[in-house]
C-alpha cells in the first residue's frame, strides 16, 4: 500500500487549547464561536498516517452506523436529516462528522433532548467509548429566524446539552468541546421554512486526537 508522507503541525489542537484556557477560568467546555475544528498547530512534523487515519475514521464510519439502530426508524418516519460522513477536518485529516436535524432532537426554541433524541445519543456515546482516541466537537446551529444573540444562546445551549448527555454516559469530558454558531455555515437556504428547518441542526464532529496520532506513527 502506498503511503503518504503528510507534513503535520502538531501538537496541540487550536480549539482545545483555546477551550481549555477558557475552561479553567469558567469551569465550561463551551468555546468561541470562530474555533477552528481539529487544527493543529505546534512544531511540525512528519508522520506517515494520513492513510491510516483514512482507514480508521472509515471503520469507525461503518460501526456507527451499524451500531446505531435508530437512524433507520429515523430515516423511515422521514421527520429528520441524519447523516454520517467522512470528510477532511481543517488539518486535512480525515474525521467523522455525524449531523443531526433538530427537529426530533429539540423542540422548537428548546435546548432539552427529546427522548428520542436521547436514544439516539445513546448509541453515539457507546461509540465513542469504544474509540477512546477521538476528540468530539459538538457545534450547535440555527435558522436565521430570531435574533442574532438569541439564537446564539440557543445554539450553544443545545451543543452544551449533546455534550452534557455524552458526560451521563461515562463520555470524559476532556475530549469534548462545544461550540454555538447560531446562524452562521448553513446547509441550506433560509429563505424556505424546508432549508430553515435543515439549518437548525446539531453536528458532532469526531477528530483524530493526539493518542491516536502517537499510535500510528510507531507502527
Known amino acids: 500500500m502506498k503511503k503518504l508522507c503528510y507534513s503535520l503541525l502538531a501538537m496541540l489542537f487550536v480549539g482545545f487549547s483555546s477551550a481549555f484556557a477558557q ?30 487515519v ?20 429515523v430515516a423511515n418516519q ?10 477532511p477536518d481543517e488539518s486535512n485529516l480525515q474525521s467523522i462528522r455525524l449531523g443531526l436535524n433538530d427537529e426530533v432532537f429539540f423542540k422548537v426554541g428548546s435546548a432539552v433532548l427529546t427522548p428520542k433524541a436521547e436514544k439516539s445519543l445513546q448509541q453515539v456515546a457507546a461509540h465513542l467509548q469504544n474509540f477512546p482516541e477521538t476528540n468530539v466537537w459538538i457545534v450547535g446551529y440555527t ?9 446564539m444562546d440557543l445554539s450553544i445551549a443545545r451543543a452544551q446539552s449533546v455534550l452534557d448527555y455524552f458526560v451521563k454516559q ?9 461550540i454555538g454558531r447560531n446562524w452562521q455555515d448553513p446547509q441550506a437556504s433560509n429563505a424556505t421554512a424546508a432549508g430553515r428547518a435543515a439549518n437548525r441542526r446539531v453536528e458532532v464532529w469526531i477528530t483524530v486526537n493526539q493518542a491516536m496520532l502517537d499510535a500510528m506513527s510507531q507502527q
Open 143 to 151: 435558522s436565521n429566524t430570531g435574533g442574532i444573540q438569541v439564537n
Open 170 to 178: 461515562g463520555i470524559d469530558p476532556t475530549r469534548m468541546v462545544a
Open 54 to 73: 483514512a482507514k480508521n475514521m472509515k471503520a469507525q464510519q461503518v460501526a456507527l452506523m451499524n451500531g446505531w439502530e435508530v437512524v433507520e426508524v
Open 78 to 87: 422521514q421527520d429528520t436529516l441524519v447523516s454520517v460522513d467522512v470528510v
Open 23 to 52: 475552561s479553567s477560568a469558567n469551569n465550561s467546555n463551551v468555546a468561541p464561536a470562530d474555533t477552528t475544528i481539529g487544527v493543529i498547530m505546534a512544531t511540525p512534523v512528519t508522520i506517515d498516517v494520513t492513510d491510516q
